[in-house]
């Protein structure tokens, strides 16, 4: 099978070869673009701040999912067990004090049973 390019859904993992869903990056079983899919409390998700990434996850989120608060088993950026984020428009996550965060979900809730 020769190599092709696809689009993994961040949310419920699902792979899909379709140009057009690789470029929207759109996932066709959330028919949901993958930028717009809120992050919602329970999600597992992966935070980097200042090159320090710990695993957490999200405790409290708001209903668009770009404020969230993540809980978490570290110390992370002097933040200890829990850190707050926000999502300006450009996409960038950060948290109260203005440091770049990167966010990743890592495990959304399932598809099933939506
Ligand atoms: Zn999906």
Known sequence: MPHT???KCPRCGFESYNANDLKHR???RCH???DDLPIRVGD???LTVEGQTVTGSVILASPNGRSLAVEFEAILAGAVGMLPVLQSDNGQWQDLMGRAVELR????RSAVGR
Not at 105 to 108: K, N, Y
């Open 26 to 28: 759109y996932c066709v």
């Open 32 to 34: 949901l673009f993958a």
């Open 5 to 7: 390019a696809s689009f």
């Open 44 to 46: 597992q998700v992966r």
């Open 105 to 108: 979900v890592i495990v959304g």
